[in-house]
């Protein structure tokens, strides 16, 4: 008889007030040649899960298990797989696995590979009482974080950490971020310790708070104009319409990155405006394995604080409601015990 354990899996995509996600019983995985298989113990709540259940990503497959920021103890080992040892703890994110040999993965960009695969979207996450990953794509977690201060930075973090390199920011320069949840709140105090000047426009009281405790310079309503012009910019909320009013806030030869994996429409832009000055606009695809590594070394050195709040298991459906009414500070995190 297979062991069974607890799993919530994406039954119907829709409006998150309705039930998208239903908690279920299903056979423990087995992990393939080279994965290992993971005890969750901790999961965070990312925005691309919203986006799952709501259906503006859609799923790869029904049923899909969400999560893609799980932290656990190997508990098992498939063939082959000798990088971790049983009751290491480890993290599995979002990336899962690319092919290695394609223009992309040959040039340092995986993120970019047209073959890659993603955790709690082609294959089952953390919303679940136990996930495999291939361990190549596993990471070992910095001892400074606890099980769910860990959680956030595996896709909020190694993300943000991503749009803060494509946004260019010089430094010493000025930064803009439209949005302030798990990753922005992560984002800005890197660069903050990096010597950024910081500037938070987001909805919320209790957000605009929170970035000026972390040390932000100023924190205005999410369509305010930046009070100074600002040299980078990335916009979390998954809002087009912040786009315009981003692109006014930047300077001469400024960058705007677009963190999110999902954007409502961007209106109409006007040249002079919006972009002429050499201003620059991107986005970001996923991350690489490197910017995790990178993202967790630096996460430790420069003593990044994670504000979670914690649900427990059995209310990931309350957890995504939370998210989409904008009422979690920091990042929300699925407790296992
Ligand atoms: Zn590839
Ligand atoms: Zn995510």
Redesign the pocket.
């Given at each position: 008889m297979t062991d069974m354990m607890r799993a919530w899996e994406v039954s119907e995509p829709g409006p998150v007030s309705g039930a998208p996600l239903t908690l279920t019983q299903r056979p423990v995985p087995t992990p393939a040649p080279g994965e290992v298989l993971v005890r969750v113990r901790a999961c965070?709540v990312?925005?691309?899960?919203l986006h799952l259940a709501e259906g503006d990503l859609l799923p790869r497959h029904r049923g899909v298990v969400p999560g893609?920021?799980v932290v656990g103890e190997v508990v098992g080992l498939g063939a082959g797989a000798r990088r971790f040892t049983a009751g290491e703890r480890v993290g599995i994110a979002?990336l899962r696995q690319t092919c290695g040999t394609c223009r992309w993965c040959r040039a340092g960009r995986e993120n970019l590979c047209p073959t890659s695969l993603y955790t709690g979207w082609d294959a089952d996450g953390g919303y679940a009482e136990l996930a495999a990953v291939p361990e190549a794509f596993a990471y070992r977690i910095p001892a400074a974080f606890s099980d769910e201060q860990a959680a956030p930075l595996l896709?909020?973090g190694i993300?943000g950490y991503r749009s803060l390199r494509r946004a260019q920011l010089p430094s010493g320069g000025r930064l803009g971020i439209y949005g302030f949840g798990a990753s922005a709140h992560l984002t800005a105090q890197v660069a903050i310790a990096q010597g950024a000047e910081v500037h938070v426009l987001t909805r919320g009281r209790r957000a605009r708070e929170l970035a000026l405790q972390l040390g932000a310079a100023s924190a205005g309503g999410a369509f305010d104009r930046s009070p100074v012009p600002l040299d980078s910019a990335i916009i979390f909320a998954p809002a087009g319409e912040l786009v315009p009013v981003a692109l006014e806030s930047l300077g001469p030869g400024g960058t705007l990155a677009l963190a999110g994996?999902h954007l409502s429409d961007v209106p109409t832009l006007n040249y002079q405006r919006h972009l002429f000055g050499e201003r620059t606009v991107c986005s970001v695809s996923s991350n690489t394995r490197r910017d995790g590594e990178e993202f967790l070394v630096l996460a430790e050195r420069l003593g990044v604080q994670v504000t979670t709040t914690p649900v427990p298991f059995d209310r990931a459906d309350q957890a995504l409601r939370d998210l989409a009414e904008g009422r979690v500070r920091g990042a929300a995190v699925l407790t296992l015990t």
């Open positions: 965070g990312c925005r691309t899960d893609h920021e979002w896709c909020a993300i994996i």
